[in-house]
């Protein structure tokens, strides 16, 4: 009997990924037919990544167990190029571009455009012009990378996997560092390629994106594949947010976010007329005689478009890590405080957990329990000798009150999911038992059992009396926690509201307007 279904062009069978003490996969099989967007959705370490790594050659054929057929056909890929060559490319969450080299350097970089070994370089920045056009960027092909910013940058990586004429273009959390506007125009170029005939796999945590991009999402839960979804046709059941979620965690997680069960107090730190100027550019003010108080057991939360000063706000009061002072004062309990270093903040009870936790946020190569008491060595050492066994149990007591999934404190960083790696910079800062501790992007990239938990335990810090200031990008999160909200844009705060006075509405209104 003939099978009436149609070939996938991508099956993947009983795929088995063991790392040293750990089996990250554990018999997944993922179905993808031609010319569809299909999601893969999961919490953090369910999966998804490593499963596209061994699909794009990353972990090579015989590092695994399982089968890959592309068209039905058995396939084994020794490394990246040998998927590339298949029709495969792979845009990783760190994308893999040269910031100092032009958009044509990068778009051909590993198979330059060349003549008896000589760069045609009129050539490929006529194919150069091509790609950019295909995907909708305007931009000259001699332009460095360093100069653009990263939601440009993402479509960058999308012109160079079309130039090595790709058919199954994988994404691995594409928008997961864009604004809204750039989320929007990836994803409307993401459908426009669909319709040109690209089959794309899209890894996200951002549910809504999935649910309004995906024609199929499947779920993936602690190294399993859990079902496929298909978003076209009849639903026995709606396909929802609250669906997926109870797919990926196994559970209905309810509210998402915790209800305040403490009072606020008063004002502890306040900030006067802080003005910064840009590092390279003295002549731009990035900060404009800004002002706010935080109150014990409050979160205060900042709202604002891409540039608009955020995180050079949040740097520049901790330790001045960012910009050069022009004026301004800290005070917290009526005292001014001089912070002219990251040491002098941390003394004086300020942590800043960066939105950027690969880079600037965690030693990748660090294990657990280096990282968990990095910033405060002086409460594990005596007379300048750091106690490894008190060192062991206080990363112990992190891993287990904040649940980081891992075997062993001694485990590599670099080896743990996104939101594990969040969870133990927030223990590494929690060890240094902050009185204000300032949270930018604190959920970027993370999925939403692991968001809840953070959640969580930012409720929890404001009930013990601790002043909270929450950046994010997500308005949804900053309406759900922050008891107030200020806006900024372009380095000036444009409006304070109240919680009960916020809405989506009017902080985009507020962070559009420069006053």
């Given at each position: 009997?003939?099978?009436?279904?149609?070939t996938?062009?991508?099956?993947?069978?009983?795929?088995?990924?063991?790392?040293?003490?750990?089996?990250a996969?554990n018999?997944?099989?993922?179905?993808?037919?031609?010319?569809?967007?299909?999601?893969?959705?999961g919490?953090?370490?369910a999966?998804?990544?490593t499963?596209?790594?061994?699909?794009?050659?990353?972990?090579?054929?015989?590092?695994?167990?399982?089968?890959?057929?592309?068209?039905?056909?058995?396939?084994?890929?020794?490394?990246?190029?040998?998927?590339?060559?298949?029709?495969?490319?792979?845009?990783h969450?760190?994308?893999?571009?040269?910031?100092?080299?032009?958009?044509?350097?990068?778009?051909?970089?590993?198979?330059e455009?060349a003549?008896?070994?000589?760069?045609?370089?009129?050539?490929?920045?006529?194919?150069?012009?091509?790609?950019?056009?295909?995907?909708?960027?305007?931009?000259?092909?001699?332009?460095?990378?360093?100069?653009?910013?990263?939601?440009?940058?993402?479509?960058?990586?999308?012109?160079?996997?079309?130039?090595?004429?790709?058919?199954?273009?994988?994404?691995?959390?594409?928008?997961?560092?864009?604004?809204?506007?750039?989320?929007?125009?990836?994803?409307?170029?993401?459908?426009?390629?669909?319709?040109?005939?690209?089959?794309?796999?899209?890894?996200?945590?951002?549910?809504?994106?999935?649910?309004?991009?995906?024609?199929?999402?499947?779920?993936?839960?602690?190294?399993?594949?859990?079902?496929?979804?298909?978003?076209?046709?009849?639903?026995?059941?709606?396909?929802?947010?609250?669906?997926?979620?109870?797919?990926?965690?196994?559970?209905?997680?309810?509210?998402?976010?915790?209800?305040?069960s403490?009072?606020?107090?008063?004002?502890?730190?306040?900030?006067?007329?802080?003005?910064?100027?840009?590092?390279?550019?003295?002549?731009?003010?990035?900060?404009?005689?800004?002002?706010?108080?935080?109150?014990?057991?409050?979160?205060?939360?900042?709202?604002?478009?891409?540039?608009?000063?955020?995180?050079?706000?949040?740097?520049?009061?901790?330790?001045?890590?960012?910009?050069?002072?022009?004026?301004?004062?800290?005070?917290?309990?009526?005292?001014?405080?001089?912070?002219?270093?990251v040491?002098?903040?941390?003394?004086?009870?300020?942590?800043?957990?960066?939105?950027?936790?690969?880079?600037?946020?965690?030693?990748?190569?660090d294990?657990?329990?280096?990282?968990?008491?990095?910033?405060?060595?002086?409460?594990?050492?005596?007379?300048?000798?750091?106690?490894?066994?008190?060192?062991?149990?206080v990363?112990?007591d992190?891993?287990?009150?904040?649940?980081?999934?891992?075997?062993?404190?001694?485990?590599?960083?670099?080896?743990?999911?996104?939101?594990?790696?969040?969870?133990?910079?927030?223990?590494?800062?929690?060890?240094?038992?902050?009185?204000?501790?300032?949270?930018?992007?604190?959920?970027?990239?993370?999925?939403?059992?692991?968001?809840?938990?953070i959640?969580?335990?930012?409720?929890?810090?404001?009930?013990?009396?601790?002043?909270?200031?929450?950046?994010?990008?997500?308005?949804?999160?900053?309406?759900?926690?922050?008891?107030?909200?200020?806006?900024?844009?372009?380095?000036?705060?444009?409006?304070?509201?109240?919680?009960?006075?916020?809405?989506?509405?009017?902080?985009?209104?507020?962070?559009?307007?420069?006053?």
């Amino acid at each position: 009997m003939i099978d009436p279904r149609p070939t996938p062009l991508l099956a993947m069978r009983g795929i088995v990924k063991t790392f040293p003490g750990a089996k990250a996969l554990n018999g997944v099989s993922l179905h993808v037919m031609a010319g569809e967007i299909h999601a893969i959705c999961g919490e953090n370490g369910a999966g998804k990544s490593t499963l596209m790594k061994i699909l794009s050659g990353v972990y090579p054929h015989g590092a695994f167990e399982g089968d890959i057929l592309l068209r039905g056909e058995p396939v084994t890929f020794k490394d990246i190029r040998a998927s590339e060559a298949a029709g495969i490319a792979i845009i990783h969450q760190e994308l893999a571009l040269i910031p100092a080299l032009s958009i044509t350097e990068n778009l051909f970089l590993g198979h330059e455009i060349a003549r008896a070994g000589v760069i045609d370089w009129t050539q490929a920045q006529a194919q150069a012009r091509g790609l950019l056009e295909r995907v909708g960027l305007r931009e000259d092909p001699d332009t460095a990378i360093q100069h653009l910013g990263v939601g440009k940058q993402q479509l960058v990586e999308i012109a160079k996997a079309l130039g090595k004429s790709a058919r199954l273009l994988i994404l691995d959390e594409p928008t997961a560092a864009l604004n809204e506007d750039d989320s929007a125009h990836l994803l409307t170029l993401l459908r426009d390629l669909r319709a040109q005939g690209m089959t794309c796999i899209l890894i996200s945590h951002k549910l809504n994106e999935v649910l309004a991009s995906a024609d199929a999402i499947t779920i993936l839960r602690d190294g399993q594949s859990i079902e496929t979804l298909r978003l076209t046709g009849d639903q026995t059941e709606p396909v929802n947010e609250d669906r997926l979620i109870r797919a990926m965690v196994g559970r209905s997680l309810g509210v998402r976010f915790p209800a305040r069960s403490s009072p606020i107090g008063a004002s502890f730190f306040e900030v006067r007329d802080w003005t910064v100027r840009h590092p390279q550019n003295p002549e731009r003010r990035v900060c404009k005689g800004i002002g706010f108080s935080v109150r014990r057991g409050e979160i205060l939360g900042f709202a604002g478009l891409m540039g608009a000063g955020r995180t050079e706000l949040a740097l520049s009061l901790f330790g001045r890590s960012y910009g050069i002072h022009e004026r301004g004062q800290i005070l917290m309990n009526g005292q001014a405080l001089h912070l002219p270093t990251v040491a002098a903040a941390i003394h004086h009870g300020i942590a800043y957990v960066t939105e950027d936790r690969k880079t600037l946020g965690l030693n990748l190569l660090d294990d657990i329990k280096t990282t968990t008491v990095a910033a405060n060595l002086g409460r594990i050492s005596r007379h300048g000798v750091i106690d490894r066994e008190r060192e062991v149990a206080v990363a112990e007591d992190y891993r287990r009150s904040l649940r980081i999934k891992t075997s062993s404190v001694n485990a590599c960083v670099g080896q743990l999911s996104g939101g594990n790696q969040q969870k133990v910079i927030l223990a590494k800062w929690l060890f240094t038992e902050p009185e204000l501790l300032i949270l930018d992007e604190p959920t970027r990239g993370i999925d939403v059992g692991a968001k809840q938990e953070i959640y969580a335990l930012i409720r929890q810090l404001a009930a013990k009396g601790k002043g909270v200031i929450l950046i994010s990008s997500e308005l949804p999160e900053l309406l759900g926690l922050a008891d107030r909200i200020h806006t900024l844009c372009e380095g000036a705060i444009t409006g304070e509201l109240e919680r009960d006075q916020a809405s989506q509405e009017r902080l985009m209104r507020l962070m559009t307007v420069n006053q």
